[in-house]
């Protein structure tokens, strides 16, 4: 995607459990309030391919902002280091939640951004984290998770308000079918505004062009697969243009 020249794009510093969290955030430079999109990276940090995807959100319109779940900017390289970064918020999903909004209220404070219109993504741990964050209360026009983890906190129907898009790869082997009927029914029983996309031949991380790569390399089972990676863009812009636009 060749982004429009109007994208501006920075590091953002802001606290959060009284650690030092480093985000990124991207927007077109015009004086238009724009929706505010949050975006959570995979268990690798925030890298270069979360501040991808926050540019792109850019430019179709949005403010966009890629949280720090990790503080101080700490990236990983391998699946042990990633475990040990982002275990904590797994293991304390009120925590998680706490991280998620100091990086939300980062971003209702731009200048740039309609507080009224407000939505996250996230990408497999990230995609995790924002189901965590609405199931556990938070109140967004929209959240999509993008091959994210289903086990996380109980949904409550108190809590979760939120419309949820999930993008699924069918052939998740980090995801069994056991979790994937198990989520979709709890969300079935008390009633929550969702829509469950699943991905013919896509596997865990199928939006990740170095998934592949990355996969073959470290000896876990992730790659990429165009084709849902498209559909999954597509899918959440649809989405996006009904509950933001």
Same mark, same amino acid.
């Given at each position: 995607?060749n982004l429009?020249?109007?994208?501006?794009a920075?590091?953002v510093?802001y606290q959060?459990l009284?650690?030092?969290?480093?985000?990124?955030?991207?927007?077109c430079?015009?004086?238009?309030?724009?929706p505010?999109?949050l !975006?959570?990276h %995979?268990?690798?940090g925030?890298?270069d391919?979360?501040?991808r &995807?926050? &540019?792109?959100?850019?430019?179709?319109?949005?403010?966009?902002?890629?949280?720090?779940?990790y503080g101080?900017?700490?990236?990983?390289?391998n699946? %042990?280091?990633?475990?040990a970064?982002a275990?904590?918020?797994?293991?304390d999903?009120?925590?998680a939640?706490q &991280?998620?909004?100091?990086?939300?209220?980062?971003?209702?404070?731009?200048?740039?951004?309609?507080?009224?219109?407000?939505?996250?993504?996230?990408?497999?741990?990230g995609?995790?984290?924002?189901?965590?964050a609405?199931k556990l209360?938070?109140?967004?026009?929209?959240?999509?998770s +993008?091959? #994210? #983890? +289903?086990?996380? !906190?109980?949904?409550?129907? %108190?809590l979760? @308000?939120?419309?949820?898009l999930i993008?699924?790869?069918?052939?998740?082997?980090? !995801?069994?079918?056991s979790?994937?009927?198990?989520f979709?029914?709890e969300?079935?029983?008390i009633?929550? =505004?969702?829509?469950f /996309?699943?991905?013919p031949g896509?596997?865990h991380?199928?939006?990740n062009? @170095?998934?592949?790569e990355?996969?073959q /390399?470290?000896?876990i089972?992730i790659?990429y697969?165009?084709?849902a990676?498209t559909?999954?863009?597509? =899918?959440?812009?649809?989405f996006? %243009?009904?509950h933001?636009d």
């Open positions: 995607m429009t020249d109007s994208v501006a920075k590091s510093s959060a009284g650690d030092t969290m480093v985000g990124y955030v991207a927007f430079e015009d004086t238009e309030k724009k505010g999109v !975006v959570v %995979e268990w690798w925030l890298d391919y979360t501040k &995807r926050t &540019r792109e959100l850019a430019d179709l319109g949005y403010v966009a902002f890629a949280v720090d779940m101080q900017g700490k990236t990983a390289d699946p %042990e280091i990633a475990m970064l275990g904590p918020n797994y293991q999903p009120q925590a939640k &991280r998620f909004d100091a990086a939300l209220a980062q971003l209702k404070a731009l200048p740039q951004v309609d507080t009224n219109r407000i939505a996250a993504i996230g990408y497999c741990f995609g995790s984290m924002v189901l965590n609405v209360g938070d109140s967004l026009q929209a959240a999509v +993008f091959h #994210g #983890g +289903f086990k996380g !906190v109980p949904a409550d129907k %108190e979760l @308000k939120t419309p949820v993008c699924h790869g069918a052939e998740d082997a980090n !995801v069994p079918e979790e994937v009927k198990a979709r029914a969300l079935d029983e009633g929550a =505004d969702y829509v /996309k699943e991905y896509a596997t991380a199928f939006t062009p @170095k998934a592949t990355t996969g /390399k470290l000896n089972p790659a697969n165009a084709a990676d559909a999954s863009w597509n =899918d959440m812009k649809v996006f %243009e009904k933001l």
